[in-house]
């Protein structure tokens, strides 16, 4: 006996289910997530700018969802802040969150590169993301350049949880050094700081190289935001690098 348990599904419709696999909703936010953080970090998206779910879902051609997921995530990272009233929008850069940002690399970035120069770690990719600086032909693509060059560093230190915190602050630093860029660019400088970085890196002198990087995230903050200065020479006089 044959039991009915609906309308029957026509065969096109039945075909078409089993062709067209849509993409999971996973990857779609991922790929709206990686947009966005892009857009904020090499400025296309501006502090304080608001991020509507409907405009970015049309931009991106996807669903609200994707987009809410999205905004969510980079709240929890610290590029977005996310308001009952006013909604999503870029986060805003200040001295005082500069401070912050810069005090947790200070203490630790450092740190971080001298065990890992220590235990000979290789650092063939903070080598290639220099030279990738190097080759840059906008803004956008140096910019990223950077930021891995300086991960590359800390990465190999032989303590995942020490890796995995400067990773937490890695896009707020990003996020106040394209505003720094945007107002005073100084590429050359820090590109000749970071050659001296990874020279007294790869020669072994994993003194010398945590100086050298001590010196480079404090100066950079000290002229970008000099409102903060006060906290980062507290830092070298605490370390006894004053």
Request: charged share 25%; net charge neutral.
């Amino acid at each position: 006996m044959r039991y009915a348990i609906g309308p029957a599904v026509p065969r096109e419709i039945r075909e078409a289910r089993m062709t067209s696999v849509p993409t999971p909703i996973p990857s779609r936010t991922q790929y709206v997530l990686q947009e966005i953080q892009r857009r904020i970090l090499t400025g296309r998206l501006t502090p304080g700018q608001a991020l509507v779910e409907t405009e970015l879902a049309a931009q991106f051609g996807v669903s609200k969802t994707p987009v809410r997921e999205a905004l969510k995530t980079l709240a929890g990272t610290g590029l977005v802040i996310m308001s009952q009233y006013k909604g999503a929008t870029v986060r805003m850069v200040d001295a005082d969150m500069a401070r912050e940002v810069y005090d947790v690399r200070l203490l630790l970035e450092p740190e971080a590169l001298r065990r890992a120069v220590r235990r000979g770690a290789s650092l063939d990719a903070a080598r290639d993301a220099l030279a990738r600086a190097g080759r840059a032909t906008d803004t956008a693509e140096r910019s990223l350049a950077n930021r891995e060059f300086h991960r590359a560093l800390y990465l190999p230190c032989g303590n995942p949880l020490l890796g995995r915190m400067l990773d937490e602050v890695r896009d707020q630093a990003a996020l106040v050094s394209a505003v720094a860029w945007a107002a005073d660019p100084s590429w050359d400088r820090e590109a000749g700081e970071h050659q001296e970085i990874l020279r007294l890196a790869l020669a072994g002198d994993a003194d010398g190289a945590a100086g050298a990087l001590h010196a480079h995230i404090a100066s950079f903050v000290e002229r970008a935001f000099p409102d903060a200065d006060h906290a980062a020479g507290r830092t070298q006089e605490e370390d006894g690098q004053a």
